[in-house]
T-cell receptor, first 111, second 115 residues
């Protein structure tokens, strides 16, 4: 059973903001939202995570709705190197960080 | 920080042969995970260790698969005998859950081809 739902693919113009949505309507109160990405031929890379507040780091921003049933990952100025598969995952940190990866969104940044 | 180190990067072997994949987690991380990735099934968690002890191996597909973590800095995933359907990219990841929301750090994987 998938805990998250993401679009299969998205396109974004280079230099523009990439907004990647994720639905997690069955999220539990103690589950966090994690985002990873996987660039071709590499291992998944951690991007950001949050519980209920919006979060920002040097890579991206994470916007979580008030009811926590959905979130959006924002790459403010997408570059060609941001082309990757982006995974939205929910999980409980202290449960051994066991995270189940779904199909993700394939983001293609175009010049 | 050298990151999670996996070896070999590529492995090609014949059906029936034993295959051993190796992983060195990030120093200080006390949780280690083995994942397998294929086009058909995506990323699947095979087994998870905490403090060198296997906690959940429910994702290990068959008895042909075994994993060990003899110490905090080394783990192996062994397939014996290997079969063509084992062909996949195998990833190792580590984390430090005792430090709150420690994310997973992945290695760059071992691409296994069984002919």
């Amino acid at each position: 059973d998938a805990k998250t739902t993401q679009p299969t693919s998205m396109d974004c113009a280079e230099g523009r903001a990439a907004n990647l949505p994720c639905n997690h309507s069955t999220i539990s109160g103690n589950e966090y939202v994690y985002w990873y990405r996987q660039i071709h031929s590499q291992g998944p890379q951690y991007i950001i995570h949050g519980l209920k507040n919006n979060e920002t780091n040097e890579m991206a921003s994470l916007i979580i709705t008030e009811d926590r049933k959905s979130s959006t990952l924002i790459l403010p100025h997408a570059t060609l190197r941001d082309t990757a598969v982006y995974y939205c995952i929910v999980g409980v940190p202290n449960a051994g960080n066991m995270l189940t990866f779904g199909g993700g969104t394939r983001l293609m940044v175009k010049p | 920080d050298a990151g999670v180190i996996q070896s070999p990067r590529h492995e090609v072997t014949e059906m029936g042969q034993e295959v051993t994949l190796r992983c060195k987690p990030i120093s200080g991380h006390n949780s280690l995970f083995w994942y397998r990735q294929t086009m058909m099934r995506g990323l699947e968690l095979l087994i998870y260790f905490n403090n060198n002890v296997p906690i959940d191996d429910s994702g290990m597909p068959e008895d042909r698969f075994s994993a060990k973590m003899p110490n905090a800095s080394f783990s192996t995933l062994k397939i014996q005998p290997s079969e063509p359907r084992d062909s996949a990219v195998y990833f190792c990841a580590s984390s430090f859950p005792d430090r709150g929301n420690s994310p997973l750090h992945f290695g760059n994987g071992t691409r296994l081809t069984v002919t």
